[in-house]
């Protein structure tokens, strides 16, 4: 009798602890999942509903801008596609240990790859056809088209959790050009301005119906040349043109420092008579931007803060 009642006390320790481990085995893996459910979100993209990690380290941000509103929101991303050789001026200290992945029709995979991302993001007009191959690197969402590089930034900022700095951003920005027109129609008044840009064998005016020539003559208030064709956004004319426009001032640029066309085109430009007689030359009023900086104007408010500063220090170095 003694004996049958220790096995059952026996047989009931054993059911117990079996018990224990399995209820102790359901609660550690609820807990992994529960904690794998606090390290994931669910965000919208153009492919839908997309798990992403809830606090990604390692940011890949696919087309040439949107490394800068990355870096605007305080995310410096892991590899970026580069056009320009160098970084510009303002993102060379935040981009120091930056992977350039350089820029071509499709994604360098393999280099995406070894940067470990763990989101990519891009736009889809311009990664949609590679999405299976990036989604097989990391979760990648893709972003509507948009006219405006504002909601560009906020459908960013809204992936990343960061709406309310998004809307900050752009707020300092639009303070910081509003006092900077203020300051430049003091400068400058009503004397015409020019954006021109050197291109291989041709150079290309800006005016205010395309981004770059917007932010000088309406963000900033400059005063166009007065015989630019008000339609178009853009004028791509020979040496033997440019007299016909024949600002106060011009802002020019090139658009790539590192490219053997341009640079023989912008040497030709400053040995020739066209150009030295050009009103604008004669005064001392031409104020030479750097490809790189000035690649993103108007479409970046990294590039664009960075602008206003430098038109500033333009026309207020001129004034002394």
Known sequence: MRQMRQRMVFCMAIVLTLVMTACSNNSEQAKVAADAEADSRVVGSEKGEIKIPAHPARVIGLS????EFLQALGVTPVAVQNYQEEFPTYLEEPFKDTLKM?????PNFEMILSANPDLIL??????AKDYDQLSGI???VLLPQRDDWR?????????????ELAEKVIKDLEAQEAEAKQKLDD?????TVMYMMVMPGSFVLYGDQIDRGKFLHTTLGLEMIPNFPTKDPSLSISLEKLPEYNPDHIFLQLNNEDDAGVKKTYEDLLKSPLWKNM????????????GKDWFNLGMSPLANRYAVDAVLQAFEGNSK
């Not at 350089?102 to 499709?106: C, L, M, N, R």
Request: proline share 6%.
């Open 64 to 67: 040439v801008v949107y490394p």
């Open 102 to 106: 350089g820029i071509a029709q499709t």
């Open 122 to 127: 891009a736009p889809t007009w311009w990664s």
């Open 138 to 140: 990391a979760p990648t």
């Open 151 to 163: 909601d560009e930034l906020k459908d960013i900022a809204g992936v990343l959790g960061k709406t």
């Open 187 to 191: 400068l400058v008044g009503n004397e």
């Open 279 to 290: 009103t604008a030359v004669k005064k001392n009023q031409v104020y030479t931007m750097a």
